[in-house]
Nanobody, 127 residues
Framework: QVQLAESGGGLLQAGGSLTLSCAAT????????VGWFRQAPGKEREFVAA????????RYTDSVKGRFTISRDNAKNLVRLQMNSLKPEDTAVYYC????????????????????WGQGTQVTVSS
């Protein structure tokens, strides 16, 4: 099975940028859709962005459209989340998840669709 590890979190001011990485080991990431989710204290884990196994299909939650970009490099077993114009409400622990899927499948925005998860990385945006 695939193991995931997030990195790149940190503390920054509103308006700043950050790039999160999700690195996979154990199996090739190319057979998985990958999603980014976040969880703020006292709240449920929520969908942020996802990318299909080939990278051809992406989806975003409305609150991050135009600010966040998800991308992947299957040769490096890596998925990135570029986050620009960060806001205090983006503060959360960010998790990446992997879902085994076909090349033509659109990535899911549901937590339950992802079987494999990383340990999370904290992003804190101050006002």
């Amino acid at each position: 099975q695939v193991q995931l590890a997030e990195s790149g979190g940190g503390l920054l001011q509103a308006g700043g940028s950050l790039t999160l990485s999700c690195a996979a080991t154990g199996r090739t990431l190319s057979i998985y859709s990958v999603g980014w989710f976040r969880q703020a204290p006292g709240k449920e884990r929520e969908f942020v962005a996802a990318i299909s196994s080939s990278g051809g299909i992406t989806r975003y939650t409305d609150s991050v459209k135009g600010r966040f970009t998800i991308s992947r490099d299957n040769a490096k077993n890596l998925v990135r989340l570029q986050m620009n114009s960060l806001k205090p409400e983006d503060t959360a622990v960010y998790y990446c998840g992997a879902s085994f899927s076909s090349v033509t499948s659109a990535p899911s925005g549901l937590v339950g669709a992802y079987a494999y998860w990383g340990q999370g990385t904290q992003v804190t945006v101050s006002s």
